[in-house]
C-alpha cells in the first residue's frame, strides 16, 4: 500500500449487492460511521435498489457494478453478493484502484486468489475480507491475552488449540431487511466454485465447508499467529467433519458440523500447560453482542478464572470502523487479501486429502 493514500478527509464508499448481507451486515453499518459515507449503491434489482438508497440515504444507484466503478467519488468498495460473483467483481474493483472489503471467502480457489492479491498489490490499495469475527471486541481481548501470555510464558506453552463449530441460526430472527420479490435475468460473470483438479461430486460440499468454516480455520491462524500444515481430514459425512492441524509444537483440532438449533454452537479454546482460554462466538447477525472470554489459570496452588467484561459492540460494526480507519491511515488490515490466501491453502489441501482417502 501507498504510504501516502489518496482520499478525502471523508471515505466515500460504494456498496455491491443490497441483498441481506449488503443492507444489514455493510450499509447499516457505514452509513452509522463517522468520517464515512455511502456515495453510491449498486444492485440488479430497481425496485429494492430505490428503496436501500432511500433508507440509508445514498444519493446515487446503479444497475451494475461497472456502472459503479466509473463513479470518481467512489474511493472504496464493500461487495456483498452470491459466492460465485465476488471475485470477478471483486478484481474489477482493483483493477480499478478502489480499496475493497469483500464478504469471506475470498474466491474459490488458491489460484483466483492469488489473482486478486496480485491485483491489490499492483494498485497498491487496501483489500480486506470479511472475517469480522477477528473485529469482535471479546476476540480481540483474547488475542491480547494469547499474545501475552505467548511471550510471558506465565501459564507454559500451548499444548493444544481446539475450534468447533455446529452452526445453528446464524441470522437471529434479525428484521429491517428490504424484501421486494423482484426477480431478475441479470446475468454477471462468475468464477468456479471450486479447483479444476476436484472432481465434481465433491465440489458443492468443498464451497459449503469453505464457506463457513474458513472462518474457524482463519481465527485459529490469527489467535496463534501460525499457519499449520494439515495432519489428517474425516470429511465424508457433512454434519460432522474433523480435522486435525500440526503447528508444530502443538496439534489443533477442528470440528465443524450442523445440526437444528436455535442457538449457535462455536467455541475457540487454547490449552497451555497451566490453563485454558476458552471463547464463545455469537452467532454473526446477533447485534452488539460480542464473543465471551474465560481464561483459567492453574499454576501451583493458584487456581483462578478470568473473565473481562466486553462492551455491547458488534463484530460487523467494529469491521467496518477498522475498513475506514485503515484506508484513512493507510495500514494493512487484519484480515487482508494476501493474509487469507493461507485460508485458501489450508482448505484446499484438506480436500486433496479427503479426496485421496476416497
Known sequence: MSSEPKYSTTVNIGIVGAGLMGQLAHAANYAAIDGCRIAAIAEHKPERRRLVAERYGIPRTYS?????LDDAEVEAVAVATSRAKIGPIALDCLNAGKHIITEKPMAATVEQAK???KAACDQRVC?????MKRHDEGVQTAKKIVDELLQTEELGEVTFARSHCFTGDFYCNIDDQIITGEKTSVSSPEWPIAPDWMPNKYQQKYAKFLNVYCHNINLLRYLLNATPSVKFVEFQQSNGQVAILDFGRYTAVLEAGNLTYRGWDEVTEIYFTHGRLRIEHPPGMLRNVPAKVELYKGKDAMHEVYT???GWTWAFRRQAEAFVRDIREGREPIASGADALEDMR?????WRQQISKD
Open 64 to 68: 451494475s457494478h461497472e456502472e459503479l
Open 115 to 117: 489473482t486478486l492479491v
Open 127 to 131: 483489500y480486506a475480507i470479511g472475517y
Open 308 to 310: 473481562p467484561l466486553c
Open 346 to 350: 489450508l482448505v484446499e489441501e484438506m
